[in-house]
Nanobody, 125 residues
Framework: VQLQASGGGSVQAGDSLRLSCAASGPTFSDRVMAWFRQAPGKEREFVAALPRSRSATYYADSVKGRFTISRDNAKNTLYLQMNSLKPEDTAVYYC???????????????????WGQGTLVTVSS
C-alpha cells in the first residue's frame, strides 16, 4: 500500500483546509485509515481515525468539532476537512493505514504499518 498526502498550505487562523490521502491498491476499503500530525520539536500525535466499517470516527480532543475525517472508497482517498484552524494546528500531517487495528490501539501511531510522506499545514495568527 502506498499513501500520498496532499492539500497542505499556509493559511490564517480561522481558515479551512482539506487534506487528501490517495491510496494505491485494491483493498483500500478494508483498511483502517487515520491522520496523525507532528509539530516541530514534538512527537507525532493522533488526529483522527476511521475504521473499515465506518461505524464510528475517532478524534483527538484538540480537533473534535473542527476536523472531519472521511473516505471515498470509490476514489481510494481519505480526507481530513479542517475548519476553524488555529496556530497550534501547525504541523506536518501524515495519513496512515493498516489492515486491522483493535479499537484500543487506533490512536497509537505504532499500530499503523503504512504511512504517507506528509503534507505541511502552517496556520498563522
Amino acid at each position: 500500500v502506498q499513501l500520498q498526502a496532499s492539500g497542505g498550505g499556509s493559511v490564517q487562523a480561522g481558515d479551512s483546509l482539506r487534506l487528501s490521502c490517495a491510496a494505491s491498491g485494491p483493498t483500500f476499503s478494508d483498511r483502517v485509515m487515520a491522520w496523525f500530525r507532528q509539530a516541530p520539536g514534538k512527537e507525532r500525535e493522533f488526529v483522527a481515525a476511521l475504521p473499515r466499517s465506518r461505524s464510528a470516527t475517532y478524534y483527538a480532543d484538540s480537533v473534535k468539532g473542527r476536523f472531519t475525517i472521511s473516505r471515498d472508497n470509490a476514489k481510494n482517498t481519505l480526507y481530513l476537512q479542517m475548519n476553524s484552524l488555529k496556530p497550534e494546528d501547525t504541523a506536518v500531517y501524515y495519513c496512515a493505514a493498516d489492515r486491522s487495528i483493535i479499537t484500543s490501539s487506533i490512536r497509537n501511531a505504532n499500530a499503523y504499518t503504512y504511512w504517507g510522506q506528509g503534507t505541511l499545514v502552517t496556520v498563522s495568527s
